[in-house]
């Protein structure tokens, strides 16, 4: 049993080493920014997932009347982490706006569950910000104790 428990971290280990940064290749006319669409990041985990022993799955539901993106990834021995996301749309009676609002779930909940990054900087740029800059002189690391 502990050797199922060490394999299987192993595995999400070399699992979450193994992907490269995304490239943005989609363009957001609305936002004049760019981002990694889902047609793009699916291959790629699925890939991924298979040579490390994994497979993730991504399955929408009905909770307490709203609708909720669950993904799952399981490893060969059983294990499975799972992350919920609300699906949110501006018409939940429009087919389209929902499906929209499906892919975006589908796309940040990947990106989240397997710490994938992006090549760019959030968008930072294009909404003319700057990322925080740490003042050196007043940080401390945090005791232990």
Known sequence: MEKENND?????QAL???FEALK???????FKSKY???KAILPTVKEK?????FVVAQIPRIENGESVLVTEIQHKDGKTLTGEMKIISKDPTDPQ???AGLTYARRY???CMFGLEEEDDDGNTAAGQQPPRVNKTTYAPRKSY
């Open 16 to 18: 979450m080493s193994s």
């Open 49 to 53: 997932c298979a040579e490390h022993n």
């Open 24 to 30: 943005k290749s989609e363009a957001n006319p609305f």
């Open 97 to 99: 706006k929902v499906g």
């Open 36 to 38: 990694v669409p889902l």
């Open 8 to 12: 299987s971290f192993k595995d999400y």
């Open 109 to 111: 909940m990947l990106t």
